[in-house]
């Protein structure tokens, strides 16, 4: 009788162990999960996805962490497409960008931008430096993206900023 105590608090240890890595593993396997795929195809990357893995990341697990860790490990991957490891990186970018990690931003949009320059690394690259001021730099990506871009509404920001950051506070 003596021994069903320790072989029972072995059980509900192990059984303890194996709850929390399926809890840990499926807490993130939704939103993140599309991503992952999404960002297997040959379309561009999927905002709409990146807000939902911030969303449910920052309101349901009160951390990035872990989805940033995700990411990170396909963008290191050299096994992995190399448009699949920038979209990986352009993910983590924006999900910086949107926890206010300027520098971590433009680290890693810079690191899928030496991969595959696409217009969302370039479109993204030119954001960030506009978002922090740097409005010369800006120019130079957004000019960029405009000749990479084929969308008409993207074309048309891209002008809007660029006409913008045209505009000095002395000629208002």
Do not use: C
């Not at 379309?43 to 962490?65: G, S």
């Not at 699949?84 to 899928?112: C, N, P």
């Not at 920001?157 to 006409?163: D, H, Q, S, W």
Request: glycine share 2%.
């Amino acid at each position: 009788m003596k021994y069903t105590r320790p072989r029972a608090q072995l059980f509900y240890s192990l059984l303890t162990i194996v709850l929390t890595t399926t809890l840990t593993v499926s807490i993130f396997a939704g939103p993140l999960e599309d991503l992952h795929e999404a960002n297997t195809s040959e379309e561009r990357l999927d905002l709409d996805l990146v807000y939902q893995v911030f969303n449910d990341a920052i309101l349901t697990h009160l951390t990035l962490d872990p989805a940033l860790d995700e990411l990170r490990d396909i963008a290191e991957n050299a096994e992995v497409s190399d448009r699949t490891r920038a979209k990986s990186y352009l993910s983590m970018a924006h999900l910086y960008w949107r926890y206010g990690h300027f520098d971590s931003a433009i680290e890693v949009a810079d690191k899928a931008i030496e991969l595959v320059e696409t217009t969302d690394g370039t479109l993204l690259k030119a954001r960030l430096l506009d978002a922090q001021g740097l409005r010369g730099d800006a120019v130079e990506w957004y000019q960029k993206t405009l000749e990479l871009t084929q969308l008409p509404e993207e074309q048309k920001f891209i002008r809007i900023r660029l006409a913008m950051i045209d505009v000095q506070p002395t000629n208002v």
